[in-house]
């Protein structure tokens, strides 16, 4: 009797590992660029956790993802861009699944699947209109891409700093700088020397911070961005020099490394402008200030997700799968939250355990978003802009009349009418988000 059933049980293990082998499996090969490639890494636990959904629920799908990260890849973030251009012009097949900067929609959007043809109306709705329509489409205006994740900048202000002298958080730039100088004031009489606020206008963060600051004196959030001539601009700049010479000192043109040491360490600042990301509990955030109150200058950028269109078309179907997983509302939650990170899923946002793990004000008083326009010179020309930074900086850093550095860079625009393709400005954006993310 016990060797019949250890035949049986033999027999009966013998068979479930033939169904095991005789699944085929379907192997998903995914791509992305990041400094911090390790297990705890969002992109890593997004890829583990659909193994094991895919696993559970015989999907037969196994995703395999390769990162390239400064140790192997010889140029850093160009190197990137480069490899996704190769493969992509040869067609290659080796990868399905494509991370990368939103502003690759429009140069490569053509080499992958148009995703209204696979997900429901439901499924791309979820999103923010205003992300799909800037950040997600190819010249052809097809649905190339999704949002993984956003990155907007904020404005992080001390808590205990604001409550010792019972202020609150800056809605307008007026605000901000009357309640920088007199916070100041109270401090050193303690002898207590604060960071006012960072401006973070250097060589490597210069023209982004420039851009937005001018985003800021829109009429609403509504409106475009203002043009260079515009009497907004002008305004703005003046204001901006305004600040950088009255709160300022020469902690805006410092390099980024002291603001991460601030907002991640040391806490010694009462206003910080960085990308949002996890910071010390001293800081909350909230929306970039504005010239009036409910006007927001901060900068959405999407992280996205695509798929080639030159894998078989079982593998596509595999690599929608994954997708969907990574679009949902579950794994956004629990993967790209979870690491004090936005999705691009706006009901999310009203539900209160998000809210306990990000700063939801900093999203929802930012709406409607407003996006990078990737056309402009300033940010898809390296030359142009080199040139419209250093112009910028002649104003103010070196006192250059206002009207003259708009001219200088209006002109320096009409004589480079070709612009290049996505430029090392681009890059290093997109750079400092792998050194957060």
């Known amino acids: 009797m016990i060797y019949r059933n250890l035949i049986i049980i033999y027999i009966l293990l013998f068979i479930k590992i033939c169904i095991i082998y005789s699944k085929n499996v379907t192997t998903v090969g995914a791509i992305i660029y990041s400094f911090n490639d390790n297990e705890n890494s969002y992109h890593r636990q ?17 995703v395999e993802l390769e990162a390239l990260t400064p140790q192997v890849s010889t140029t850093e973030i160009q190197d990137y861009g480069n490899t996704i251009d190769s ?18 929609s429009k140069p490569y959007g053509d080499h992958f699947i148009n995703l209204k043809n696979y997900l429901s109306e439901e499924e791309i709705k979820k999103f923010d209109e205003s992300i799909l329509k800037n950040t997600c489409y190819s010249k052809k205006d097809e649905l190339v891409g999704l949002p993984v994740y956003l990155s907007i900048t904020t404005l992080f202000s001390n808590q205990e700093l604001l409550k010792r002298y019972n202020k609150s958080v800056p809605k307008t730039w007026d605000e901000l700088m009357e309640t920088s100088k007199y916070i100041y004031d109270e401090e050193q009489k303690r002898n207590n020397t604060i960071i006012r606020y960072n401006g973070l206008i250097n060589d490597y963060n210069g023209s982004v911070t420039i851009y937005e600051f001018i985003n800021s004196f829109r009429d609403s959030n509504s409106s475009p961005h203002p043009e260079l001539t515009s009497k907004e ?4 700049l003046k204001k901006l020099k305004e600040i950088k010479d009255e709160i300022g000192e020469e902690i805006f043109k410092a390099p980024d490394s002291l603001t991460i040491e601030s907002l991640f360490n040391t806490g010694n600042a009462l206003f ?22 409910g006007v927001s200058g901060g900068i959405v950028i999407p992280f996205n997700i695509a798929i080639s269109k030159y894998s078989t078309e079982e593998k596509q179907k595999a690599a929608i799968e994954f997708l969907k997983f990574v679009i949902s509302e579950e794994a956004q939650k629990k993967y790209i939250i979870n690491k004090s990170m936005f ?14 793990k990000v700063d939801c004000e ?12 990737y056309d402009e010179k300033v940010f898809a020309d390296d030359n142009y802009h080199a040139k419209y930074r250093q112009i910028m900086f002649d104003y103010l850093y070196n006192d250059k009349p206002i009207d003259d550095i708009v001219k200088d860079i209006t002109s320096y625009g009409v004589n480079r009418k070709n612009m290049g393709s996505i430029s090392i400005f681009l890059s290093s954006i997109f750079m400092l988000w792998c050194l957060l993310f």
């Not at 493969?87 to 690759?104: M, Q, R």
């Not at 601009?233 to 703005?236: D, I, L, P, Q, V």
């Not at 990308?275 to 929306?287: D, E, N």
């Open 46 to 62: 997004l890829v583990n956790g659909f193994n094991e959904y895919s696993e559970k629920n015989d999907l037969n799908i196994k």
């Open 87 to 104: 493969l992509l012009k040869k067609k290659s097949d080796k990868y399905e699944v494509y991370f990368y900067y939103s502003a690759y």
């Open 233 to 236: 601009t002008k305004e703005a």
């Open 272 to 293: 910080l402008r960085y990308f949002y990301y996890s910071h010390i509990p001293v800081y909350k955030g909230s929306a970039f200030p504005g010239k009036k109150e």
């Open 343 to 356: 999705t691009g899923i706006m009901d999310l946002y009203k539900d209160k355990e998000v809210c306990e």
């Open 362 to 373: 900093v999203v929802t008083d930012s709406q409607p978003f407003s996006i990078m326009n």
